[in-house]
């Protein structure tokens, strides 16, 4: 009874196979089918070898949501040069909430404005990679990507002492803010702190000495992360007037950064320039100097670096096979069917008539045992 059941079981089995075999002796075989093989086998490789580089690169993920973190302070890294001596200018934050923020965490060092060779060729390769950042956007995916190989993006030291006089002022350093709207501003005179606001000392410089020509070498918000080029980076501005007044207005995007590399939260930001000339009697009013005002966004950005699934991989290519396997047998059935209608039509290959072929066959013997003309059978003239 066992082996009964087995056998019920087996041919069972058997009748639902959906694969079913053929004999070899009904297998015929083909110059025409050996070559869309071929074909198709070199496809197959080709193919298979590209999607395995698919497999391998990844992509940035882009994900929105509200920021909720409205306690926790932020973070301005600045790295500006101005055209005047330190003992002349002062830096100092004050946001919405008329809270002075001093500028205990910036240093004032006394540097040549002018770059060395060395520190100009840098300054433009930066400002091309900026150029080209605004054009491609898909290129911050590749610094994202790629952060720790980035080269260094602060400006290099001079290669050697100058004797020229120290006539600018190097403003860099980090300070913590609210999270909320401020103004980073960059004028004549010492910040003091009052009751009523705050004020610049200016009474003591020379307006001869107003010159807000300056260069910002890095400004970022947030962790800083080696090998990201933030918008206003390199930025110079040159100026030939005592009262010029420079603005730029950010809006900060809170980003929390996930690749395979490194992790953190960062902020990225938009920028829009200004620049105008004070002149009290033509009604353009205000104060010389540089002002930096921001604002946080409300939305908060994570980038997070994805990766195809192993399992996604092989999907693909067995798609890839079955696909090209399906698709060349189709072409070879259905350029077989053309042919042989084509054939049929003009009576060519197995679609000749008896006719046809016992005249042609005739003619071969007659060919074959005609007498070849001997020398002698020549006719003299």
């Given at each position: 009874?066992r082996r ?9 089995v ?7 075999k053929?004999s070899?002796s009904y ?16 496809a197959?490789?080709l193919?298979?070898?590209?999607e395995?580089f698919?497999y391998r690169d990844?992509w ?5 949501e ?5 306690s926790?302070?932020l ?8 055209a005047?001596k330190c003992?002349?200018v002062g830096?100092?934050i ?6 002075m923020?001093t500028s ?10 002018d770059?060395?060779p ?8 930066l400002?091309?990679i900026?150029?080209?950042l ?5 290129l911050q ?7 720790l190989?980035g080269?260094p993006?602060?400006l290099?030291?001079?290669?050697y ?5 120290l006539n600018?002022c190097r ?10 709207a401020?103004n980073?501003?960059?004028t ?5 702190h009052?009751?009523q ?11 001869d000495?107003?010159n ?9 918000f ?7 080029i933030n918008?206003?980076?390199g930025t110079?501005?040159i100026?030939y007037?005592?009262?010029q007044?420079f603005?730029?207005?950010i809006?900060?995007v809170?980003?929390?950064?996930n ?5 953190a ?8 320039e ?6 009290h ?7 010389s ?6 604002d946080t966004?409300s ?9 195809m699934?192993?399992?996604q991989?092989l ?8 696909g ?6 189709m072409?070879h ?11 049929c039509?003009l009576?060519?290959g ?8 016992q ?5 071969n013997?007659?060919?074959n045992h005609?007498?070849?003309?001997l020398a002698e059978?020549?006719?003299?003239e």
């Amino acid at each position: 009874m066992r082996r009964l059941s087995r056998r019920k079981a087996l041919t069972l089995v058997r009748e639902l196979d959906a694969f079913p075999k053929v004999s070899e002796s009904y297998v015929e075989t083909s110059a025409t089918g050996g070559t869309v093989s071929l074909i198709a086998f070199g496809a197959m490789a080709l193919l298979a070898f590209l999607e395995f580089f698919v497999y391998r690169d990844t992509w940035m993920k882009y994900e929105y949501e509200v920021d909720k973190d409205f306690s926790s302070k932020l973070r301005i890294n600045i790295d500006i040069t101005v055209a005047m001596k330190c003992q002349h200018v002062g830096a100092d934050i004050l946001d919405l909430a008329e809270t002075m923020i001093t500028s205990n965490g910036l240093q004032y060092e006394p540097v040549i404005f002018d770059l060395t060779p060395q520190q100009r060729v840098w300054q433009r390769t930066l400002l091309l990679i900026q150029n080209r950042l605004r054009e491609e956007h898909a290129l911050q995916e590749v610094l994202y990507k790629s952060l720790l190989k980035g080269g260094p993006t602060a400006l290099p030291p001079r290669e050697y002492a100058s004797i020229e006089p120290l006539n600018a002022c190097r403003i860099h350093g980090h300070v913590y803010v609210n999270k909320v709207a401020g103004n980073l501003h960059i004028t004549v005179g010492k910040p003091i702190h009052h009751p009523q606001g705050h004020a610049h000392i200016a009474a003591f410089v020379s307006h001869d000495t107003y010159n807000f020509s300056h260069r910002i070498d890095h400004l970022s918000f947030g962790e800083e992360i080696p090998g990201i080029i933030n918008p206003l980076d390199g930025t110079e501005k040159i100026t030939y007037n005592n009262n010029q007044m420079f603005q730029y207005f950010i809006t900060v995007v809170p980003t929390k950064l996930n690749t395979y590399k490194i992790s953190a939260d960062t902020h990225q930001f938009s920028v829009t320039e200004r620049e105008r000339v004070i002149n009290h009697a033509a009604g353009s009013h205000g104060v010389s100097g540089i002002f930096i005002k921001y604002d946080t966004n409300s939305l908060m950005v994570t980038v997070s670096e994805q990766h195809m699934p192993l399992w996604q991989f092989l999907v693909r290519l067995c798609g890839i096979i079955g696909g090209i396997f399906s698709t060349t047998g189709m072409l070879h059935g259905l350029v077989g069917f053309f042919f042989d209608v084509i054939c049929c039509r003009l009576k060519r290959g197995v679609y000749r008539t008896r006719e046809d072929v016992q005249l042609h066959h005739e003619m071969n013997n007659l060919n074959n045992h005609q007498a070849p003309l001997l020398a002698e059978d020549v006719p003299q003239e």
